[in-house]
């Protein structure tokens, strides 16, 4: 059976979506701060994530914005194969959702309408990074995320060789977090995507920075890798908003997909302490 979707239903959800992103931090984030203060060792590490907790319990209580940088609005569509749109374009409703949530939510116009002339929007623009995926059924799930640009201009690809292994991954994760330093807001989610092309490991560490940070691999190779890897990234003592201490990360992600014998492509995008995004489907 062919189900039939007004865009305005998605236009109306994404206006929704964008202002509960930017309210509220994900539960399990913000448990995994609170967590985090507890077993911080350095003193400041320590005050600096009790303040990050309280900021984002009185973000939510007064219905403020937990970040100045709303970011890029980037929405992923499960799209059911058996779904049909109508009303409209599908892209314009989901850009008039990002407009109106935006407007409604008090959040900031950050997005740049040529990035090679760097004209800023002076407002009532704003456009989202689309990915859509084609599953069966009738239903679409939507992950909606507001990412900030601290940690997004920190991330980092790479394309390695499969001789490269593990250790290359492992090597590379730790110099972009290294490298990242206090500019990517620790502490920070790291999503790590393996194998495609070169676009599908940019992809898949998109998807992994958004997973649920309690949620671990089904592999257990991989889940191993993901504890072995916070572990190593939280010995670099970058520590809260760079300042020192143990937590430089509350969770790594790992995603993969196969790839060509000849190649290991390798991403990394890392998410600030205040990662938001939400879900809800349709």
């Known amino acids: 059976m062919i189900r039939d979707i007004d865009v305005s239903v998605l236009r109306d959800t994404v206006a929704r979506l964008i202002v509960e992103a930017n309210y509220n931090i994900p539960d399990d984030i913000l448990q995994a701060l ?104 009738s239903d679409v799930q939507i992950t909606f995320a507001s990412k900030g640009f601290g940690a997004e201009n920190m991330s980092a690809l790479k394309m390695f060789v499969p001789a490269d292994g593990v250790p290359a991954i492992t090597d590379f994760v730790l110099e972009t977090v290294d490298r990242a330093g206090a500019d990517a807001c620790p502490p920070i989610i790291v999503g790590v995507g393996v194998g495609g092309t070169f676009e599908t490991a940019a992809l898949l560490a998109k998807k992994a920075v958004l997973r649920p940070i309690n949620v671990r691999h089904p592999r257990a190779d991989l889940c191993r890798l993901e504890s072995e890897l916070l572990e190593r990234v939280n010995d670099l003592g970058i520590g809260p908003q760079g300042l020192g201490g143990r937590i430089t990360a509350l969770g790594v992600n790992i995603e993969i997909y196969p790839t060509h014998i000849a190649g290991l492509p390798v991403a990394v995008n890392l998410g600030c302490h205040s990662t938001r995004r939400i879900s809800t489907s349709l």
């Open 34 to 137: 609170r967590d985090a203060a507890v077993r911080e060792e350095s003193e400041i590490g320590r005050r600096t994530l009790e303040q990050l907790v309280r900021n984002y319990e009185i973000a939510a209580a007064e219905r403020l914005p937990v970040c100045q940088d709303s970011g890029v609005a980037v929405v992923m569509l499960e799209v059911g194969q058996d779904v049909h749109w109508t009303g409209g374009s599908l892209q314009e409703a989901i850009f008039e959702g990002v407009r109106e949530g935006t407007k409604t939510g008090y959040l900031r116009w950050s997005v740049t309408g040529d990035p090679t002339r760097m004209l800023k929007t002076a407002g009532g623009d704003a456009p989202a990074v689309i990915h859509t995926e084609i599953v069966p059924g």
